[in-house]
Structures are given as structure tokens and as C-alpha cells.
């Protein structure tokens, strides 16, 4: 049975990624070639990747030398260096939005780049998982959202199963509880 996963901000072929995101790597093509190693280590062919934008930028080479190489049926959240990709790459994707509501098991999960502070069904239970910081807002969680970006994550995609249980150690939603709206003390 196909898995399903989920990553952001791969940046391939992107040399300056390296030292902006103080990525352990020593060229963009050590960089390239242990992103894919690390993908493919964990994705299967059949399996479904939902990559949250940023896939590819500055490289020389088109993002679909890069999306050829890799495991599974690859789905893009755009991101805001994936206009070239978009342009020129669009065959290798499953499908392109911009953001997307998606359903796993019940759980229903909103699918953007960016963070947000708020999204669809927040404070009924419904997930957010995002890319662009980098890592940034790790250590300042909000709720059940997350950063899926490799940065985050050890260079690699994360299963839905674990993120599942990372949810799980998440506080619901902190404007609501049981049902009724917290007033804000000033």
C-alpha cells in the first residue's frame, strides 16, 4: 500500500541555500545528490509526495532533471522560487496548486508554503504544514502546525505517520476551548 509524505524547500541546484540555510554541505552538488539520496532512501515509487514548494532554483539544469531521479508521484505547493519550475517543468508534477486541503485517514491538513497563523478548521482539529522558513519557527510552535522543510527535518521527507505523532504532543488550537471563544486579557 502507497505511503504518503511530505517535504518543502529542497532547493535544488541552489549554491547560496548552502550557507543561508548553514546547510552541512560542502557544494550545491553534494547538496543535490544527498537530498536525493535521503528522498529515495525513504519514498517508494508508488508512494505520494507532497512537496510544499521551493523545489528547485538557480540551477543551470531544469527542475525535471531533478524530479526524474527522484521516488514516488511527486504533487507541488507552489512556492515562491517555483515560477521557473512551474514554467518549464509543469509535466513533472502530479499537480500544481498554490495551496490545498487534503484529507489522510480523516485527518484533514492544509498545505501551503507559507505559515500561517490561522487556516481552514484550525480549531476543529485540522492540521497546517508549511515550508519557506527554513527552520526558523521551530522552536515557536502554533498549534498543530509544522514545518515540513528539509531544514527541519534532516533533509528528508517525513511520513504521515510521523508527523502524526508529532501532532499528538501538539496543543490544540490556543484561541478556543471546548468550544468557546478565550477572551484575551489586556
Given at each position: 500500500m502507497p505511503d504518503t509524505f511530505f517535504?518543502?524547500?529542497t532547493h535544488f541546484g541552489h549554491?547560496?541555500?548552502?550557507?543561508?540555510?548553514?546547510r552541512p554541505f560542502n557544494t550545491v552538488s553534494d547538496m543535490n545528490e544527498a537530498l536525493i539520496s535521503n528522498w529515495n532512501a525513504v519514498i517508494r515509487p508508488q508512494d505520494t509526495v507532497w512537496h510544499l514548494g521551493d523545489f528547485s532554483m538557480g540551477s543551470d539544469q531544469p527542475a525535471s532533471v531533478f524530479a526524474d531521479r527522484l521516488n514516488g508521484k511527486i504533487h507541488l505547493i507552489q512556492g515562491n522560487?517555483?515560477?521557473?519550475?512551474?514554467?518549464?517543468?509543469?509535466?513533472?508534477?502530479?499537480?500544481?496548486d498554490v495551496i490545498r486541503t487534503?484529507?489522510?485517514?480523516?485527518?484533514?491538513?492544509?498545505?501551503?508554503?507559507?505559515?500561517m497563523r490561522e487556516?481552514?478548521?484550525?480549531?476543529?482539529?485540522?492540521?497546517?504544514?508549511?515550508?519557506?522558513?527554513h527552520g526558523r519557527l521551530d522552536e515557536t510552535p502554533f498549534s498543530k502546525s509544522l514545518d515540513v522543510g528539509v531544514d527541519s527535518n534532516q533533509y528528508r521527507p517525513l511520513a504521515f505517520e510521523e508527523i502524526?505523532?508529532?501532532?499528538?504532543?501538539?496543543e490544540d488550537y490556543p484561541h478556543f476551548a471546548g468550544g468557546e471563544v478565550r477572551k484575551r486579557r489586556i
Open positions: 517535504t518543502s524547500d549554491q547560496s541555500i548552502i550557507r543561508l540555510s548553514n522560487h517555483d515560477d521557473k519550475t512551474v514554467r518549464d517543468c509543469a509535466e513533472s508534477f502530479e499537480s500544481i487534503i484529507s489522510l485517514d480523516s485527518q484533514r491538513i492544509v498545505l501551503c508554503h507559507y505559515p487556516w481552514d478548521k484550525a480549531w476543529r482539529g485540522s492540521w497546517h504544514l508549511f515550508g519557506h522558513v502524526r505523532a508529532i501532532m499528538q504532543d501538539k
